[in-house]
C-alpha cells in the first residue's frame, strides 16, 4: 500500500493536446491518435464519473485518508506542479 498518492488532473482537450504535441517518433507504432485517444479518454471517463463517489482517486482517499491523497492540477507549468508534489514528499 502506497504511503502517498498523487492524482494528476487535466480536462480532455489538455489531455488530447499533449497527445498531438508528442514528437512522431514516441507515437510511431502505438495508438497515439486522436482516435485513440478519444476512444481512450471515453473509456476512462465512463469508469470513473466525477462525483460517483467511485473514481480511482476515491479509492486512494478511502484507503489512505485525505491528507494522503494530492490532486495536481496538470495545466500548471511542470515546474509548478513538481513544486507542489514535493510539499507531500518532503
Known sequence: MPQY???LEADDGHLTQKM???PAE????THWDDAGMARR???YRAKNPE??????QD???ELLGYPAVLVV????????QISKMEELIE
Open 20 to 22: 498531438k504535441d508528442m
Open 5 to 7: 498518492t498523487i492524482c
Open 26 to 29: 514516441k507515437k510511431e507504432g
Open 73 to 80: 492540477d496538470a495545466t500548471m507549468a511542470e515546474a509548478d
Open 51 to 56: 462525483g460517483s463517489g467511485e473514481t480511482v
Open 41 to 43: 479518454l471515453k473509456d
Open 59 to 61: 479509492l486512494f482517499t
